[in-house]
């Protein structure tokens, strides 16, 4: 079983910065595509970031020139920086692994998830 753990979260006033980490158990996970997702209280989880095994990146519209998503695979460790954070980014961001090359945004394709690290920005 593919295990993934976040951290990176915290609380940031609007226009900080943090970076978050997932580390995957799995010795192939090198083959995988990694992404990032989140979700707000009452709304629906979102795709924000996602990465192939060559390090080729999709970015959600809503992040796209602010959140950089990198991976290391000699670590097994996924990256998300996020700059310029406004409150509409507060959500629990949880990273997720799929054993398929196709990259995608959306949640469903991905068949192992984190528990997810907390992201609050303040105005």
């Known amino acids: 079983q593919v295990q993934l753990v976040e951290s990176g979260g915290g609380s940031v006033s609007a226009g900080g910065s943090l970076r978050l980490s997932c580390t995957v158990s799995d010795q192939s996970a090198s083959s995988y595509c990694l992404g990032w997702f989140r979700q707000a209280p009452g709304k629906a989880r979102e795709g924000v970031a996602t990465i192939d095994s060559d390090g080729s990146p999709t970015y959600a519209d809503s992040v796209k020139g602010r959140f950089t998503i990198s991976r290391d695979n000699a670590k097994n460790t996924l990256y998300l920086q996020m700059n310029s954070l406004n409150p509409g980014d507060t959500a629990m961001y949880s990273c997720?692994?799929?054993?398929?090359?196709?990259?995608?945004?959306?949640?469903?394709?991905?068949?192992?998830w984190g528990q997810g690290t907390q992201v609050t920005v303040s105005s």
């Open positions: 997720a692994a799929k054993n398929s090359a196709t990259l995608s945004l959306m949640g469903y394709t991905y068949n192992f």
